[in-house]
């Protein structure tokens, strides 16, 4: 079996739920045997990580590893630690966090780097992977002592491995110097508080269908009243109803909710390629032929303006 060595993917000690996707797909390829995972940055993470699969911990120690994310000096520690570890796999979640560290690590390691992987076949030399936002697999193989890659974000689903024994923790101290510390994150501006677009495990999508900038408050109320959130089409973006940040699209947000209520959205390919991980999608439209409709699990055909404030009476009425 392929040695594998896993990039945690944290904000400053916290763990994205990312790096669980890379564990759990990690554990399909390791089929029992180690796998291992690098922490940058001086964080005790080894419990969490041990439950979905890592049985050792590099703890990567170094002063630009303990500021705030930069890519350069992660991608070097990732670097060295397969230069002394020598894995014949490397995998992170293909964030856009993860892929930049990804990138980083072959350029310094010169070796290629397959992003986006849906499946991974053998050890590491044949896969299938999204490209052009997902709407094209492709079908690449990898000729490389050391095969870098990550995994589609929301492509696999994270799963405990459970009866996992503590993995062992190895200091690791990367030689690091200053100038890869050129991008570095220096302050953060929180827009908004509460669940993101990208995690909201509801999003009340809605389209040009909406009408107009106020017709979606009564989307707004149905996401408040779900613990969701709004997402919209590129017509909405474009006719400046909605920011960009609540875009869901090939060239917006890729969603994963629970259930996706997509309102008055005809579902083209670009938007639908950000909306095909939700685990269900309910269609709200007039045209019973709308592609959203078509490939949506559940639809309502007819007017969202007289639908949305009936499930919202609805839901209000089952909230009591
Ligand atoms: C390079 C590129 C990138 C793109 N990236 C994105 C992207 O990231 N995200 C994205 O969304 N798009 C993107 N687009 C645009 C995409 O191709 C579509 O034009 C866009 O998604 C259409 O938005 P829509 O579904 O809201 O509008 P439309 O296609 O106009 O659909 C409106 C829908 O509303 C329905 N409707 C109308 N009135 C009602 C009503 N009263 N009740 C119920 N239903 C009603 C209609 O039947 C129709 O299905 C991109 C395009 C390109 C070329």
Request: proline share 4%; glycine share 12%; aromatic share 4%.
């Amino acid at each position: 079996m392929p040695e594998i060595l896993v990039l945690a993917e944290h904000d400053r000690g916290v763990l994205d739920g990312a790096t669980f996707e890379a564990l759990t797909f990690a554990r399909g390829l390791a089929d029992g045997d180690d796998i291992a995972v690098l922490v940058c940055g001086d964080h005790d993470l080894t419990e969490e990580l041990g439950a979905y699969g890592a049985t050792k911990v590099h703890v990567a120690s170094h002063d630009l590893l303990n500021d705030d994310f930069g890519p350069e000096a992660w991608g070097q520690t990732l670097a060295e630690l397969v230069e002394s570890e020598s894995p014949d796999i490397v995998l992170a979640c293909g964030t856009s966090k993860g892929n930049e560290v990804m990138a980083q690590a072959a350029a310094r390691l010169d070796v290629p780097f397959v992003a986006n992987c849906t499946e991974v076949e053998g050890d590491g030399e044949e896969m299938t992977r999204v490209q052009w936002g997902g709407s094209l697999l492709e079908r690449s193989s990898l000729d490389a002592d050391v095969r870098l890659l990550s995994v589609a974000h929301h492509s696999v689903e994270s799963e405990l491995n459970d009866g996992q024994a503590a993995p062992d923790v190895a200091q690791f101290d990367p030689d690091l110097d200053e100038s890869l510390s050129r991008t570095v994150v220096k302050g953060r501006e929180i827009a908004e508080a509460g669940v993101t677009l990208s995690t909201a495990p509801v999003v009340v999508g809605g389209g040009r269908g909406v009408g107009g900038p106020d017709g979606f408050a009564p989307l707004e109320e149905l996401a408040l009243l779900l613990g969701g959130r709004v997402g919209c089409s590129r017509a909405v973006t474009n006719n400046g109803w909605r920011p960009h940040s609540d875009q869901v699209g090939q060239t917006g947000t890729r969603i994963a909710p629970e259930i996706y209520i997509a309102n008055g959205i005809s579902g083209a390919i670009q938007h639908w390629v950000g909306a095909m991980a939700s685990k269900k999608i309910l269609a709200i439209n007039t045209d019973a032929d709308a592609n959203m409709v078509v490939k949506a699990d559940y639809a309502v055909i007819g007017d969202l303006h007289q639908i949305i404030p009936a499930i919202i009476d609805e839901v209000k009425a089952r909230q009591g």
